[in-house]
Nanobody, 127 residues
Framework: QVQLVESGGGSVKAGESLRISCASS????????VGWFRRTQGKERQFVGS????????DYDESVKGRFTISRDGAQTPVYLQMNNLKPDDTGIYYC????????????????????WGQGTQVTVSS
């Protein structure tokens, strides 16, 4: 059973960086694609980026391309979301989600694709 836990959220100023992580307190994430989503004020939860289970594909929403980076180094390590040049519009709750054997062709940008979700971590960016 996969139990996702996000950590590393916090408050920063615009232009600063933050790294949040997604780990499983249950089964390893090695066979799972991991997606990052966020819920910002006044909006529904939106896709941020994803990494396929085999690390072949990493995709990002246009709004974060060039600023955010997803990494996963090994089977037992967390999946990270490195966020650089943060903007106030990036403020929100960030969630990670997992899909077994998810690939680039698994519609990883859709919430309904995922089988497991974390509880979310708050990221606040002030101007």
């Amino acid at each position: 059973q996969v139990q996702l836990v996000e950590s590393g959220g916090g408050s920063v100023k615009a232009g600063e960086s933050l790294r949040i992580s997604c780990a499983s307190s249950g089964s390893s994430l090695s066979s799972y694609a991991v997606g990052w989503f966020r819920r910002t004020q006044g909006k529904e939860r939106q896709f941020v980026g994803s990494v396929s289970w085999n690390r072949v594909s990493i995709d990002y929403d246009e709004s974060v391309k060039g600023r955010f980076t997803i990494s996963r180094d090994g089977a037992q390590t967390p999946v990270y979301l490195q966020m650089n040049n943060l903007k106030p519009d990036d403020t929100g709750i960030y969630y990670c989600a997992a899909k077994k054997y998810g690939t680039h062709f698994s519609n990883l940008d859709r919430e309904t694709t995922y089988e497991y979700w974390g509880q979310g971590t708050q990221v606040t960016v002030s101007s």
